[in-house]
């Protein structure tokens, strides 16, 4: 069985680029968390945020329905519609998380 594990942090995204750019921590921290806003604010508005060769990220609005208790399937909830957001890794990330052999780096 494949051990987990941990999960990276923020953070940890902070200090390693700080560390490979020998830049302050605080420096790198403000401009991770105004990239985080910015994502999050286009995403707010509807629009898809892209990322050549690293990914999109997508509003998909889901319709309500209703949902079930597995354990009671007589009680039913409605579930409202609600917007999610989806990710689609790009065509190097996908490379890359499988192991296989890729030619260019993601940047």
Same mark, same amino acid.
């Given at each position: 069985?494949?051990?987990?594990?941990?999960?990276?942090?923020?953070? /940890?995204?902070?200090? +390693? !680029?700080?560390?490979?750019?020998?830049? *302050?921590?605080?420096? #790198? %921290?403000?401009?991770?968390?105004?990239?985080?806003?910015?994502?999050?604010?286009?995403?707010?508005?509807?629009?898809?945020?892209?990322?050549?060769?690293?990914?999109?990220?997508?509003?998909? /609005?889901?319709?309500? +329905? !209703?949902?079930?208790?597995?354990?009671? *399937?007589?009680?039913? #909830? %409605?579930?409202?519609?609600?917007?999610?957001?989806?990710?689609?890794?790009?065509?190097?990330?996908?490379?890359?998380?499988?192991?296989?052999?890729?030619?260019?780096?993601?940047?």
């Amino acid at each position: 069985m494949k051990t987990k594990r941990p999960n990276m942090q923020k953070r /940890q995204l902070v200090e +390693r !680029i700080a560390a490979e750019t020998d830049l *302050p921590q605080h420096d #790198v %921290m403000a401009v991770v968390q105004k990239t985080l806003d910015h994502i999050v604010d286009a995403l707010a508005e509807g629009r898809d945020v892209e990322f050549r060769e690293f990914g999109i990220f997508r509003v998909v /609005q889901r319709q309500a +329905r !209703i949902g079930r208790n597995p354990n009671k *399937p007589e009680d039913t #909830v %409605m579930i409202p519609a609600h917007a999610h957001v989806r990710f689609k890794p790009g065509r190097l990330m996908k490379q890359r998380v499988s192991g296989a052999v890729v030619t260019k780096p993601i940047r």
